[in-house]
């Protein structure tokens, strides 16, 4: 006996109406299953039930007469059941209405089916206003995916005090703002979110930079000595001096506002300005302590201030930057997890690959020792797959590192599983980014090849044939295009603008960039336009990636044959680099919402003086 899709009657479900994610699931059964024709034989009941623990984990049992869900906790019925509505053909590709998708001829055999997670915590991060605006449909892709935890984070950071100010309409508006709209989000619509989150079994988290907006600029002139010294000179500029019994004082108050304001999260995060070097003190007192003590100092305060105010919530100690190595000083509060963001990393290679030194010794490194030091707390990691900023406007499909990375980090002792989605640009068709996050965090065993096929076939149809092989190329060009190999990042650049040093390794960078834009072409070509919605829209995707591939391969070549003296060459690179930002922005002005713009802007204009600076050096600026 096999059943299929159109054999569960979602009329017929028997469930416990008084747990709400209990009675979610059985509503998400029915909006599932009702959409669908029954057979001739249709009735098989399903039952849902919660075995009262805290597990995500969960058995379906399928039988002649009916499925039962079983969950270990409210939240695994709700995966159990999610699980269920997979086996007979529905699958989520996108956030919203269209990215609920059903291919018909799957059939689920009798049997008992048990599944549960790799990490307990799995959590979407959303890390800018244009996606907080999608946030019920984004939030509702996760769940659906079975990620528990939704944080979100503000790129670039929010205001906590605009005087009243409301958001600028206008794209222009926005970019000339320049900040995030994150507070005003949820003064608006924390309560919705809160129990958007608990009708599903998931944990909020919630912030970002924030610490030093806790401690006013305008109180330097009063108080210079709550800021940090550089260079033997009180300093007005990032961070504080946490040696500063005022500044620790302010800090204690203005944290006490914050966790007030923004209540209900489990996870608070308030770091430090998000700069390499330069932002913490060098005072007397605070001389001997590296970025990372000083940083927990002051995260221990706050978590000391949360405590008191949401006993059971946390705040993170974020390492990242000049802070991802271990404190060796002070030792984490009780109620303080840890935060890896291994930003710099090579996403060409596994986080702990042997031959990747970069990744193994200088990431992976710092993350075991911070697990030793965070030891018996929660630690996270806060990784980087659907970030479009890094990644500058591309969307690479992390197809064959993700297992691997996901596998290293749960041996790592890593509890929380997390993926920063932020974008200068919306996703336009099925996010594969995201979506196989969600499996891979669900499963450390998750088969690329399988799931990439199976993905396919849901949200491209009769397409997915070619949208497999352009899959498969993508994947190519992205791992030639991402590899850093052995250069050397030049300070406040980021990772893609790549550098001249060693010398030779930025020759062996443009040509490999060569070769990534040719497989990328043939993606494309192998893709097509589309057949369906999914299928066009991706192939619009494809064309804003295939502007940001050839733009960045033009101008790493531009560099290289600058500075060989192969004028005619870099002339003709740079013209083509030029050329494809306006691609870029022009598909920008035509495919986003306003809210896109406090990133978008900044974006292009530092690529445009990437691409000016590049353009000098080989004697080719315009005049
Ligand atoms: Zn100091």
């Known amino acids: ?274 700069i390499l070097g330069g932002g913490w003190c060098s005072c007397r007192d605070c001389a001997e302590l590296s970025p990372s003590d000083q940083a927990l100092q002051a995260t221990n305060v706050l978590a000391e201030e949360l405590a008191t105010i949401q006993p059971g919530s946390k705040v993170a100690h974020l390492a990242y930057h000049d802070t991802i190595t271990a404190p060796a000083v002070f030792s984490p509060g009780t109620n303080v997890s840890a935060l890896y963001a291994p930003r710099n990393r090579n996403y060409a290679y596994p986080i702990n690959d042997p031959r990747c030194p970069r990744n193994r010794e200088d990431h992976f490194g710092d993350l075991l020792q911070l697990a030793e030091t965070f030891r018996g707390r929660d630690l996270a990691a806060f990784e980087y797959y659907s970030d479009a900023i890094l990644f500058k406007w591309m969307a690479p499909p992390n197809l064959g590192i993700l297992p691997f990375d996901a596998s290293a980090y749960r041996q790592a002792g890593v509890t929380d599983f997390g993926n920063l989605a932020v974008t200068p640009r919306p996703w336009i068709g099925p996010t594969w980014h995201a979506w196989w996050f969600a499996r891979c965090a669900w499963s450390t065993d998750a088969d690329g090849q399988t799931s990439l096929r199976q993905f396919c076939e849901a949200a491209f149809g009769e397409d997915s044939g070619n949208a497999l092989q352009a899959f498969r190329s993508l994947e190519e060009a992205y791992l030639k295009l991402l590899d850093l190999g052995e250069l050397q990042r030049i300070p406040r650049h980021d990772v893609l603008d790549f550098s001249d040093s060693p010398r ?61 003296g192969r004028a005619r060459e870099a002339g003709s690179e740079i013209v083509e680099a030029r050329n494809q930002l306006d691609v870029i922005g022009r598909w920008a002005a035509e495919h986003s919402p306003a809210a896109y713009a406090n990133l978008s802007r900044g974006m292009l204009r530092a690529a445009r003086w990437h691409t000016e600076q590049i353009a000098r050096t080989a004697g080719l600026a315009d005049a």
Request: charged letters at 25%; a negative charge.
């Open 504 to 564: 030779d390794g930025l020759a062996r960078k443009a040509h490999e960039l060569g070769e990534a834009r040719d497989i990328f072409r043939g993606a494309i070509e192998a893709f097509g336009t589309g057949k369906d919605a999914l299928g066009r829209a991706f192939a619009s995707e494809l064309s804003v990636q295939s502007a940001a591939v050839e733009h960045l391969s033009a101008r790493i070549r531009a560099w290289d044959a600058g500075l060989d």
């Open 1 to 274: 006996m096999v059943l299929r899709a159109g054999d569960l009657n979602p009329q017929v479900l028997r469930f416990d109406r008084a747990d709400p994610v209990i009675a979610h699931a059985a509503n998400e059964l029915r909006l599932h299953l009702g959409g669908i024709v029954q057979t001739g034989n249709a009735g098989a009941e399903i039952t849902l039930e919660s075995r009262g623990g805290n597990g995500d984990g969960f058995t379906v049992t399928v039988a002649t007469t009916g499925v039962s869900i079983v969950g270990e906790g409210s939240r695994g019925a709700l995966n159990g059941a999610y699980w269920l509505l997979e086996a007979v053909g529905f699958l989520w590709v996108r956030p919203g209405e269209t990215g609920a998708v059903f291919a018909p001829g799957k059939v689920l055999g009798e049997g008992s089916y048990s599944d549960s997670p790799s990490f307990p915590t799995r959590t979407l991060i959303l890390g800018n206003d244009a996606l907080h605006d999608e946030w019920p449909d984004w939030l509702e892709f996760a769940s659906r995916n079975r990620l528990n935890s939704v944080f979100f984070h503000d790129t670039p950071p929010s205001v906590l005090d605009r005087g009243g100010a409301s958001r600028p309409a206008t794209a222009e508006g926005i970019a000339e703002d320049g900040k995030g709209w994150m507070f005003e989000r949820w003064d608006r619509d924390g309560t919705a979110i809160l129990k958007a989150a608990a009708d599903r079994g998931m944990m909020v988290q919630f912030g970002g930079h924030h610490l030093p907006a806790l401690v006013l600029r305008a109180h330097f002139e009063q108080h210079p000595d709550w800021f940090p010294e550089r260079d033997g000179r009180r300093d007005g500029r990032y961070n504080l001096c946490t040696s500063s019994s005022g500044a620790m004082t302010e800090l204690r108050a203005r944290a006490r506002d914050f966790f007030r304001r923004f209540r209900g999260a489990s996870t608070y995060h308030l770091w430090a300005d998000d």
